[in-house]
């Protein structure tokens, strides 16, 4: 959602929601700007172009998900219900845009999803036609095959990376 919330519109939510706005602010500009994240992307620039970014970001999210268990004592099944649960229990300060995409997050189960090479796939052919098929995204789950060892240990050294920053941004917030 906080991808959606310009400038200070993020005054108007309620101050836990501003604070994971602004934390989610602040890791996409960690993340975009981080040596590891860029070697990633580099990766894939070539054939996906500006798309890259976005590609390494779900690719990325694979091996948290994949990798849960050394990064949280809750199962990610759990966690994710909660989210879900979370969504529901706050439909009302969502955004329009949320509110849509959520039943189908919902039901799809998007976010487990991500822990598995074919999930990952669906993801980026589902985002591949938000784009009207122009960013060829539905392709780069064969980079991520091909080069899997080498993401996993980008993501490995770039979110421990991230969490120590993410940590010390939320004492500021």
């Not at 980026?124 to 098929?133: E, G, I």
């Amino acid at each position: 959602m906080a991808d959606g919330i310009r400038g200070k519109q993020f005054e108007h939510f309620p101050e836990d929601v501003q604070k994971g706005i602004l934390l989610h602010r602040f890791i996409d500009t960690y993340t975009d700007s981080h040596d590891i994240f860029r070697q990633s992307t580099k990766r894939l620039h070539e054939k996906y172009h500006h798309y890259s970014g976005v590609i390494v970001d779900i690719v990325y999210d694979h091996f948290l998900a994949k990798n849960w268990t050394q990064y949280s004592d809750e199962k990610l099944e759990t966690f994710i219900n909660r989210f879900y649960n979370s969504l529901h229990d706050n439909y009302d300060i969502l955004t329009e845009k949320t509110q849509g995409l959520m039943p189908y997050m919902i039901e799809r189960n998007w976010l487990l999803s991500y822990r598995t090479v074919e999930g990952i796939h669906q993801i980026l052919t589902q985002m591949d036609r938000r784009s009207k098929n122009r960013s060829k995204m539905q392709f780069a789950s064969e980079e991520l095959k091909e080069f899997y060892d080498e993401f996993e240990q980008e993501f490995t050294t770039f979110f421990e990376d991230l969490r120590q920053q993410a940590n010390q941004k939320l004492l500021t917030l």
